[in-house]
Structure formats: structure tokens, C-alpha cells
């Protein structure tokens, strides 16, 4: 089992840059995923970024170009570096990870973007 623990969000504003992490503490073997989600007030959670051992880097279409996710899923880490960011982009970004087919959740870090 393992608990993820994000920082690195804050208040910046538009066109400037932000890098989320993400750490695994416990057991980090048998990470299959490691990935970044959204929630901004009043909307769904949505996938932002993800990496899935043995497939292709996914980068949901409204980061692309704009933010870049890397990693290691066996060390349990995940970052996500964001540019150009929008006032849009404001929301919780979430960690997530999957270890043994069960589904694990970080705390959630604010991310805030002023125009």
C-alpha cells in the first residue's frame, strides 16, 4: 500500500510556469501508473497527464504543448511541469497512481492562475 504526497502548487500567474511532484512513501513496487488529474470548482475531475508502464506518454489535448509529465512509476514519482499556464488551468491537481490493479489518490495540491 502506498500514500502519495504531492507539493509544489501555488498562486502564479498567466504565461508563468509551476512543477507539481508527486512521491510514493511505502511499498512502490508494482506501480503500473502514475498520473496527474483536475478538479476545478463546479466541474469533473479530468485526467491531465499519464504514464502507463509499456504504452505511450498520454497528454490530454488542452496540455499539449503546454505541460510535460515524467517520472518513474517503480520509484513512485511523478512530476508535472506546466508553461504557459491559463487562468483555466486553476484547479486541485491530483497525484494518482495504481499499484496491484487498486487505485490511489494524493491529497490534492491548489493550483490557482491569475489574468
Known amino acids: 500500500q502506498v500514500q502519495l504526497v504531492e507539493s509544489g502548487g501555488g498562486l502564479v500567474q498567466a504565461g508563468d510556469s509551476l512543477r507539481l511532484s508527486c512521491k510514493a512513501t511505502?511499498?512502490?513496487?508494482?506501480?503500473?501508473?502514475m498520473a496527474w488529474y483536475r478538479q476545478a470548482p463546479g466541474k469533473d475531475r479530468e485526467l491531465v497527464a499519464r504514464?502507463?508502464?509499456?504504452?505511450?506518454?498520454y497528454i490530454s489535448n488542452f496540455a499539449k504543448g503546454r505541460f510535460t509529465i515524467s517520472g518513474d512509476n517503480g520509484e513512485g514519482t511523478s512530476y508535472l511541469q506546466m508553461s504557459s499556464l491559463k487562468p483555466e488551468d486553476t484547479a486541485v491537481y491530483y497525484c494518482?497512481?495504481?499499484?496491484?490493479?487498486?487505485?490511489?489518490w494524493g491529497q490534492g495540491t491548489q493550483v490557482t492562475v491569475s489574468s
Open positions: 494518482y497512481g495504481k499499484q496491484s490493479g487498486v487505485d490511489y
Open positions: 511505502g511499498t512502490t513496487e508494482c506501480i503500473s501508473a
Open positions: 504514464i502507463l508502464d509499456h504504452s505511450p506518454v
